[in-house]
T-cell receptor, first 111, second 116 residues
């Protein structure tokens, strides 16, 4: 069964700290993996997208990694800001085209 | 970058009302549009996929007569929730892709539907 699991479910950190969110998937065949940020009451916004051959990709303070062998991905946020408070969703694209959504990690950054 | 606009952002209406939600691709032609539903603290659930000029493909368990989808042009898809009831209250999100059959890159900002 195609599944995407994320951990932790929720996370609270202080402003300026780093954090890492995890994503494990059992999706086959694999096309690509995306990380989205979703602010409360808004649609998801793409942060990164990685294909099978890519191990890491950065977008500003966001760095995603992908280990296709272990089927794991992580999203590292550096020097967190209050505006980073949101849900972060890991989405794996399977072939034929189908998106498998994780349940997300709810991040709260406090001053 | 590519932008998907969704309207309205929020709707509050009485039970039995039909509600139409619009999804527009602002700077690209969207051959495929997707409609999702999201309950609180849950992830997005795909409701249906619509390709311009053809009938929408609904996911299992989604009533096509309840959720009418029209994708009449390459920049506009509409979702009509017919005879809405309180259990239809949810966050509805559309997304659009410029390439037929390929997965969406761009999501709208969602429509919060509240049925009283």
């Amino acid at each position: 069964k195609n599944q995407v699991e994320q951990s932790p479910q929720s996370l609270i950190i202080l402003e300026g700290k780093n954090c890492t969110l995890q994503c494990n998937y059992t999706v086959s065949p694999f096309s690509n993996l995306r990380w989205y940020k979703q602010d409360t009451g808004r649609g998801p916004v793409s942060l990164t997208i990685m294909t099978f051959s890519e191990n890491t990709k950065s977008n500003g303070r966001y760095t995603a990694t992908l280990d296709a062998d272990t089927k794991q991905s992580s999203l590292h946020i550096t020097a967190s800001q209050l505006s980073d408070s949101a849900s972060y969703i890991c989405v794996v694209s399977a072939n034929p085209d189908k998106l498998i959504f994780g349940t997300g990690t709810r991040l709260q950054v406090f001053p | 970058g590519a932008v998907v606009s969704q309207h309205p952002s929020r709707v509050i209406c009485k039970s039995g009302t039909s509600v139409k939600i619009e999804c527009r691709s602002l700077d690209f032609q969207a051959t495929t549009m997707f409609w999702y539903r999201q309950f609180p603290k849950q992830s997005l659930m795909l409701m249906a996929t619509s390709n311009e000029g053809s009938k929408a493909t609904y996911e299992q368990g989604v009533e096509k007569d309840k959720f009418l989808i029209n994708h009449a042009s390459l920049t506009l898809s509409t979702l009509t929730v017919t005879s809405a009831h309180p259990e239809d209250s949810s966050f509805y999100i559309c997304s659009a892709s410029a390439r037929q059959g390929h997965q969406p890159q761009h999501f709208g900002d969602g429509t919060r539907l509240s049925i009283l």
